[in-house]
């Protein structure tokens, strides 16, 4: 994991909680989000080069390396949504990404799906979230030049750690969401790779630890529903309707229910 998520905080409010510089009227546009998903447009915060500070930025959620030779088009397997911690500093696909351009990316919380009680149908969304409000998962970025010159794209991955005692009921991976203290040394492109690689650790019990989780409706199931229901509790279950239609890139990944954590990435 991490598939799925919310991000509902005002961009401003982002900026603050993790120490942006930028005047509002220089921030991305993005509105509030309740059901973010792969090959969809994300918020990440980086390092500037040359000492600026950090920026906030919009990028892809699916990560094409560098020296990728069709930008994650084709008939490959899909951009990897979610790297390994615990590889990700040898895979040849994340190293470089690894030393040179780490990110965070925030949240208000993410979703993952299990089996129904005894006695339900299929699997049932539950909300993780904390009670300290808005968190920032460990992430990569990249920019993929295309061969003829044209308009860079710009990917992200989310990183992952195996589960906390408290998540370990709901899914045998959770992301790699990081105490505050540590955001400023996993941005600071000068803390060597084992230092940074010491960062990613399952969270731990703490004002930064102290996770939520509640069933939601399975409104969430579709990717195409987009809004605060995603996040009521399931006696409000709507009738499925397409409230954003998505322009989606080609993902090869089914976003309805289920788990789209378990293989972290492909080979991640």
Known sequence: MCGRYVLSTPFDAVASVLRIAAAPGDLPLFPPRYNI????????????????GNELAVVRWGFVPFWSKTGGAGDGPPPPINA????????????????????????????????????????????????SGLFAMAGLWERWTPPDGGDPLETCVILTTPPNPFLS??????????????????????????????LL?????????????????????????????????PEADPAPTASVPL??????????????????????
């Open 247 to 268: 322009k989606r890139a080609r993902s090869g990944r089914d976003a309805g229910s289920g788990s789209l954590f378990g293989g972290d990435g492909g080979g991640a």
């Open 37 to 52: 998903a792969p090959s969809q447009q994300v918020a990440i915060v980086r390092s500037v080069a040359q000492g600026r």
């Open 84 to 131: 390994r911690s615990e590889t990700v500093d040898t895979k040849p696909m994340f190293r470089e990404a690894f030393k040179h351009r780490r990110c965070l990316i925030p949240a208000d919380g993410f979703y993952e799906w299990k089996v129904a009680p005894e006695g339900g149908k299929g699997k049932r969304p539950y909300l993780v979230t904390s009670r």
């Open 169 to 198: 009921s709901l899914h045998d991976r959770m992301p790699a969401i990081l105490p505050r203290r540590d955001w400023d040394a996993w941005l600071d492109l000068a803390t060597e790779p084992a230092a940074a690689k010491a």
């Open 201 to 233: 650790r399952p969270l731990a019990d703490g004002p930064d630890g102290d996770l939520e989780m509640r069933p939601v409706s399975r409104r969430v199931n579709s990717p195409r529903n987009d809004d605060a229901a995603c996040i009521a509790p």
